[in-house]
């Protein structure tokens, strides 16, 4: 796709980790809206640190990184909610609140955001609903399945 306004786009971007590891080197690419990607690439790649520099949980060393026109190394601190807001990140490491059920997990974000009450628990039921977990709604986490509960067993012992 050409022409239209690109949603991210890297300019040039290079990150290197405190003690001088390089992980990504003069990147450069552009997305376009409705464009689906997939990154691929070997352990230790820098597949994770190109996915934390668009979220500004990293920042480049060099070059631009720029979400909707935005460019992030120019983004106050207290600006990086409202970009996060608009980005959907789903991490291996599943970050789940064992002191409060599924369906308070669920809500945990759509509050936080400001939904109302009433909004927030039918979209947070929908959800629920689309993966199958609806009927557990005020289970724990650790009641779901083997990888929650490994998750809570080893909270316990911490
Ligand atoms: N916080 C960090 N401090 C130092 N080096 C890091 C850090 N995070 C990642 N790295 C290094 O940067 C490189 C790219 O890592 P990463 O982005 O996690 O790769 P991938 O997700 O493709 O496996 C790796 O060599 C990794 O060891
Ligand atoms: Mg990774």
Redesign the pocket.
């Known amino acids: 796709m050409t022409g239209g306004v690109p949603i991210i786009s890297l300019r040039q971007v290079s990150k290197r980790?405190?003690?001088g590891?390089e992980?990504l080197r003069l990147v450069s690419f552009a997305v376009e809206p409705g464009e689906m990607l997939f990154l691929t690439?070997h352990?230790?790649?820098?597949?994770?640190?190109l996915l934390k520099l668009i979220a500004a949980i990293e920042r480049a060393n060099g070059g631009a990184v720029l979400v909707n026109g935005q460019n992030l190394s120019a983004l106050r601190p207290a600006a990086i909610p409202y970009l996060r807001r608009n980005l959907g990140l789903v991490f291996q490491g599943q970050k789940l609140l064992f002191d409060r059920s599924v369906f308070d997990n669920v809500m945990l974000p759509l509050i936080v955001t400001g939904q109302p009450y009433r909004e927030a628990a039918r979209r947070a039921r929908a959800a629920l609903d689309k993966v199958g977990l609806l009927q557990r709604e005020k289970a724990n986490p650790c009641a779901l399945g083997r990888r929650a509960s490994s998750d809570c067993a080893s909270r316990a012992r911490w």
């Open positions: 980790y405190p003690g590891f992980a690439g352990s230790g790649a820098g597949k994770t640190t």
